[in-house]
Every structure is written in C-alpha cells, then in structure tokens.
C-alpha cells in the first residue's frame, strides 16, 4: 500500500520560512519523481515544485528563488522549503509521486501565510 504523509505545514508570517516533509512508503522511490502541489478553494491543483529521480528539479516562476526541493532516498523523504514566503502561498500543499504515469498523492497539508 502506497502511502505519501505530509507534514511542516502551518501558520507563517509573511517574509517567514517553513519547511515541509513528505515521507513515502510502499513505492521504490528513489526512482520516482516527486513533486509538491499546492490548491486553494474554487482553483485547480497547480505545481509548485518537482524533484526528478536524478536530483534535477523544476519551479513554477511564482515561487523560483523562493522555495527548494530536496530529497533524501535514505530516509524517502521529499521536503520543500518555503522561504520569503507571501500571503499568496497560503493554499493546502499536496506531495505527489510520479513514475511512468503511476501517481500517488499524498492528503495534503495547510500552509497559511498572514500578511
């Protein structure tokens, strides 16, 4: 059974940093590509951030030199930090993993940046 578990989420003031985890089990995931989401009421699920099996790794222009991803295959973790964060960031945060159109998603978590 395959199992994505976010956690780090919560109540930030804006220009403040918060670090998001995302512990998988039941995948081989080092060979996964792994992505953070973000979604607000009445909007589609939009990328934030994804992380390839090789290290290589994508942003949305909104968060670029703002946030990083990172992983760690030894403890199958994925994190994102948010950094400089804005109260446009607030949204529920969402892990996912991606291998040839396998995709997992994890329950989310709610990030809120007060400005």
């Known amino acids: 059974q395959v199992q994505l578990v976010e956690s780090g989420g919560g109540l930030v003031q804006a220009g403040g940093s918060l670090r998001l985890s995302c512990a998988a089990s039941?995948?081989?995931?080092?060979?996964?590509?792994m992505g953070w989401y973000r979604q607000t009421p009445g909007k589609q699920r939009e990328l934030v951030a994804v992380?390839?099996?090789?290290?290589?790794?994508n942003y949305a222009d909104s968060v670029k030199g703002r946030f990083t991803i990172s992983r760690d295959n030894a403890k199958n973790t994925v994190y994102l930090q948010m950094n400089s964060t804005k109260p446009e960031d607030t949204a529920v945060y969402y892990c996912?993993?991606?291998?040839?159109?396998?995709?997992?998603w994890g329950q989310g978590t709610q990030v809120t940046v007060s400005s």
């Open positions: 039941g995948i081989i995931f080092s060979i996964n590509t």
């Open positions: 996912n993993s991606n291998r040839r159109g396998r995709t997992y």
């Open positions: 992380i390839f099996s090789g290290g290589s790794t």
